[in-house]
């Protein structure tokens, strides 16, 4: 099970940026992929799932609907657009992969547990 996460960077306060996340070695139908970030200093923050069987969504509230999760099953591939960016949102962002559901949104809504499979993480930078 591998996931590549990409396109993370600079970005100035108000921009937007598409994360992409790159699974492979499972099949995508199987499994929950969530997005994660961690700010320097800060905890991991979860963000959002995608349930891979039938695309069903969950975001955490801290969001306040800035972000989208989306999936192109063809290309194994999970996307979160994040819209609005602030200084705040200046994180490592990461994506995660599991075959339960449920365990990836206690994973986002409590950081208490954790997926199985996690991608390396991509730099997301917003300047003021």
């Known amino acids: 099970v591998q996931l590549q996460a990409s396109g993370g960077g600079l970005v100035q306060a108000g921009g937007s940026l598409r994360l992409s996340c790159v699974v492979s070695?499972?099949?995508?139908?199987?499994?929950?992929i969530g997005w994660f970030r961690q700010a320097p200093g800060k905890e991991r923050e979860g963000l959002s799932c995608?349930?891979?069987?039938?695309?069903?969504?969950y975001y955490a509230d801290s969001v306040n609907g800035r972000i989208t999760i989306s999936s192109d099953s063809a290309k194994n591939t999970v996307y979160l657009d994040l819209n609005n960016l602030q200084p705040e949102d200046t994180a490592v962002y990461y994506c995660?992969?599991?075959?339960?559901?449920?365990?990836?949104?206690?994973?986002?809504?409590?950081?208490?547990?954790?997926?199985?499979?996690w991608g390396q993480g991509t730099l997301v930078t917003v300047s003021s």
């Open positions: 995608m349930r891979g069987s039938d695309g069903h969504t």
């Open positions: 070695g499972f099949t995508f139908a199987d499994y929950t």
């Open positions: 995660a992969a599991d075959t339960r559901y449920h365990h990836m949104v206690h994973s986002i809504l409590f950081g208490a547990s954790t997926p199985d499979y």
